[in-house]
Structure formats: structure tokens, C-alpha cells
């Protein structure tokens, strides 16, 4: 895996983690709303790697 692959995973995990504790602790709306980003990332991070050819490492 790439240097940009840990990243992607790193920030889809951190919205995960954030998504959870605002469910729970601040608003679930808000939950809600960072929880739509999981996907979104790991989305667009599998989108940018097909268009500069993530597959040759």
C-alpha cells in the first residue's frame, strides 16, 4: 500500500470515529452529517486513484 492509501483510510476512520462520538455525545444530526463523509472519501480516494493509475506501485 501507498503513502496516499493510509491517508485515505486514516481520514475515512477519523470521520468514522468523530461520526460516532457526535452521535452519542453532541447532536445526532450532526453524527449524521460527518457520517455521510465515510463514504464520500473512500469515494474520491478510489476515483483519484484509478484516474493516475494507483494500481502501479
Given at each position: ?11 475515512a476512520?477519523?470521520s ?42
Open positions: 500500500m501507498k503513502k496516499s492509501d493510509f491517508f485515505i483510510l486514516g481520514s476512520l477519523l468514522m470515529f468523530l461520526s460516532i462520538y457526535l452521535w452519542f455525545v453532541v447532536d445526532k444530526e450532526a453524527g449524521l452529517f460527518v457520517g455521510l463523509w465515510v463514504p464520500s472519501l473512500l469515494g474520491f480516494g478510489m476515483y483519484i486513484k484509478n484516474i493516475y493509475g494507483g494500481s502501479h506501485e
